[in-house]
């Protein structure tokens, strides 16, 4: 479910270059008019607080894929390497979560299985799931991906950090512009790029890239999915498998989370 607000009349963020046309491989997941019906979770939920958490906000990470996911990894490095979205993924709500424990602040993880990839539709169901017992306006999705481009056997040359939202002037819009601003704190001293999706679609003021994607259009609380880098560039690739890139993600993650609490007091 998109939330939608009033359209702004201003936009603060520079025009799209040339190089922001391109479209992430991410956008092969939109919404289709499946038939496919909700499940509801069972009722063993795991609730996750640190020791003073606003237990009235709630954070719903979604890390993207499963390792039975075709493709969704990057070509090999020289000594065999190879980054596995999947792993990538994990590894990053894993990190985010100890660090959301330090602060005390609510989290769920809705995919904690790591070999059977969980439908689409069903991740949102999960979501709501949570929606549904703390509040939507409690709740924050975030989906977790690395971007890709080209045909996965071969390094490519796009680059960047993008946020996404459902298409149309929703609450989720402010969401991401804060994780925007959060990126750009971080990656340009990193000497990484963070990609404007303003005008991608026409029209969109913001800074996210909007896209139909299942697990935001069918998420009833405000909802961004980020796309961290792309592991189908050579430099990126190896980045996104040192620590050191890692934890700059990751950063990027837990300061949003925090501007978004933030906003709601």
């Known amino acids: 479910m998109c939330w939608l607000k009033k359209k702004s009349e201003k936009s603060e963020y520079a025009e799209?270059?040339?190089?922001?046309?391109?479209?992430?491989?991410?956008?092969?997941?939109?919404v289709t008019d499946d038939a496919e019906t909700f499940q509801e979770l069972e009722e063993e939920e795991s609730a996750h607080y640190g020791s003073v958490a606003n237990r009235d906000l709630v954070v719903l990470l979604d890390n993207g894929h499963a390792s039975s996911t075709a493709g969704k990894r990057s070509p090999k490095l020289e000594d065999g390497t190879q980054l596995f979205e999947y792993e990538f993924n994990r590894d990053i709500v894993a990190r985010l979560s100890r660090l959301l424990d330090a602060e005390?602040?609510?989290?769920?993880?809705?995919?904690?299985?790591?070999?059977?990839?969980?439908?689409?539709?069903?991740?949102?169901?999960?979501?709501?799931?949570?929606?549904?017992?703390?509040?939507?306006?409690?709740c924050l999705f975030i989906s977790v991906?690395?971007?890709?481009?080209?045909?996965?056997?071969?390094w490519t040359t796009p680059n960047g950090w993008e946020v996404y939202t459902c298409v149309g002037n929703t609450k989720s819009d402010a969401v991401a512009t804060m994780f925007?601003?959060?990126?750009?704190?971080v990656l340009p001293t990193m000497g990484k790029k963070v990609r404007n999706g303003k005008n991608q679609p026409a029209g969109n003021d913001g800074p996210d890239y909007e896209a139909n994607f299942t697990v935001l259009v069918k998420t009833n609380c405000p909802a961004i999915l980020?796309?961290?880098?792309?592991?189908?560039?050579k430099e990126e690739c190896e980045w996104?498998?040192?620590d050191e890139g890692r934890?700059?993600?990751?950063?990027?993650?837990?300061?949003?989370?925090?501007?978004?609490?933030?906003?709601?007091?």
Request: a negative charge; charged letters at 25%; aromatic letters at 8%.
């Open 16 to 30: 799209v270059t040339e190089n922001e046309e391109i479209i992430s491989v991410e956008q092969q997941e939109i």
């Open 104 to 138: 005390g602040i609510h989290y769920e993880i809705l995919v904690p299985e790591i070999d059977t990839d969980i439908a689409l539709s069903k991740r949102a169901a999960r979501a709501n799931a949570f929606c549904d017992k703390y509040g939507v306006t409690n």
């Open 145 to 154: 991906h690395a971007n890709a481009y080209g045909n996965g056997a071969e």
């Open 180 to 185: 925007w601003e959060e990126a750009k704190k």
């Open 226 to 233: 980020t796309e961290n880098m792309f592991y189908t560039n």
């Open 240 to 242: 996104l498998l040192s």
């Open 247 to 265: 934890e700059a993600i990751t950063k990027i993650h837990l300061n949003g989370i925090k501007r978004w609490i933030a906003s709601k007091s």
